[in-house]
């Protein structure tokens, strides 16, 4: 390892990872400002998603007075959006990344191909096992859930965020649910590493060690429902129906982008729109280090943090000795 980059991976960034600068001390305001328009701004997975909850608030969600009472068709006409909405982001990325390889391997963080056939997958394959419990578990799950928030909004049984009654804490949700999405994921995906709990609900997202846009989803239906679970916290601070919206597609779409496998998205050389993660990729070859993501740093705090470079893979392979020794 003298050439100081990680063996065994077909691209690696540049490394050391950074964490956010929210929550380093001492605070520097342009650090955080950079982060922010870097992880927001021009061209972002986070924006393109609140556009498009803001496309299905206006043009495919039922009235809210509507939601009042369950009924078939206005459920229906959620789950289908969703559905769709599943199927069009899953498969635009699969094909782009592997279907027709229209990058090749340029970005990609393992080289080795999705895996075809393999017993350990339910139906057989890997895409097609991730494609099952995403679109089959996965989107159930999805649509109870908004189910449930817009009943509860309608009836008023949840406080509801108006633009024209406090335009302030109506944009800042949008910049907080990243950053709870951080908090929660880390502490559930913990947790979910229990023994008991893996070997019975967390081993079938493990399943997938090299990773596609159908893998981020791909999970145990309890998984799912305690994944998705974090959008109850609009309960508790209330929510306009665009929030509700952007919250559960936001965890949901960036599971796929986020495993798609490769960097970004590269045309003409230039890579256009950041995408999967390495900070995650190597979770899921190293298993035991970065539980969470970058927003919140727990990884670094509990000291499960792995940035990329050789130095911190000694200290995990370390770590691992110990615990093998105890």
Known sequence: MSDGQLKGWNYVPDVPIKVSPLFSWPLNPVEIVKW????WFLVSEKLIIVGIAFVSFYWFQPPLEETKAFAFGWIAQMYARNLLLALLIGGVLHLWFYTFSAQG????YD??????????????????????WTLGTGVIVWTTYEVILFWALANGHMPMITWAHNPVWFVAIFFLIPIWESFYFYLIHR??????????????????????????MSQHPLEQMIFLGSVFIHVLIGAHPVHILYHLQYYFLTAMTTHTGFQGLLIKDRNRLALGTFHHQMHHRYFECNYGSLEIPWDKWMGTFHDGTVEANERMQERRRRIIGQ
């Not at 922010?36 to 992880?39: A, L, Q, R």
């Not at 391997?105 to 990609?108: F, P, R, S, V, W």
């Not at 893996?198 to 997938?208: I, P």
């Open 36 to 39: 922010m328009w870097n992880s």
């Open 191 to 216: 947790a979910i590493h229990i023994p008991f709990l893996y070997r019975h609900v967390h081993y079938l997202h493990h399943r997938n060690v090299n990773v596609g846009p159908w893998s981020g």
């Open 105 to 108: 391997k340029k970005l990609k």
């Open 111 to 132: 080289g080795r191909p999705l895996m075809v056939k393999g017993k350990q997958f339910t139906l057989g394959g890997q895409i097609r096992d991730n494609m099952f």
